[in-house]
């Protein structure tokens, strides 16, 4: 129900877009996330935002250099990837907590358990 395309091969200090689009749910209602796991490590929430406000939170290794967004009209969630550096390199993932209660976004907030639909990840490689 969730689908993330847009990943790729990119230099150190690239850019990329990754999009999530729904089908049969209207992302509207729902906070979404980004996460991303690498060989060897655990799944981590990197952005958030929220259905009712569009508030935004960042991890801290991404602030500054991602941007997370959305096209309701569209029913996509966007995460806009820029200086993109090797420690990048991960599988990318969207997920989807339907709530229209304004969340209180922070590390403990943004996480894998708070959030039930997921979509099967697009890769990123950051390499020279």
């Known amino acids: 129900q969730l689908v993330e395309s847009g990943g790729g091969l990119v230099q150190p200090g690239g850019s990329l877009r990754l999009s999530c689009v729904a089908s049969?749910?209207?992302?509207?209602?729902?906070?979404i996330g980004w996460f991303r796991q690498a060989p060897g490590k655990e799944r981590e929430g990197i952005s958030c935002?929220?259905?009712?406000?569009?508030?935004?939170y960042y991890e801290e290794s991404v602030k500054g250099r991602f941007t997370i967004s959305r096209d309701n009209a569209k029913n996509t969630v966007y995460l806009q990837m820029d200086h993109l550096q090797p420690e990048d390199t991960a599988k990318y993932y969207c997920?989807?907590?339907?709530?229209?209660?304004?969340?209180?976004?922070?590390?403990?907030?943004?996480?894998?358990?708070?959030?039930?639909?997921w979509g099967q990840g697009t890769q990123v490689t950051v390499a020279s």
């Open positions: 997920a989807g907590e339907g709530s229209w209660v304004e969340p209180d976004w922070g590390p403990e907030r943004c996480r894998e358990a708070d959030f039930g639909l």
């Open positions: 049969e749910v209207t992302l509207s209602f729902w906070n």
């Open positions: 935002i929220s259905s009712r406000d569009s508030t935004t």
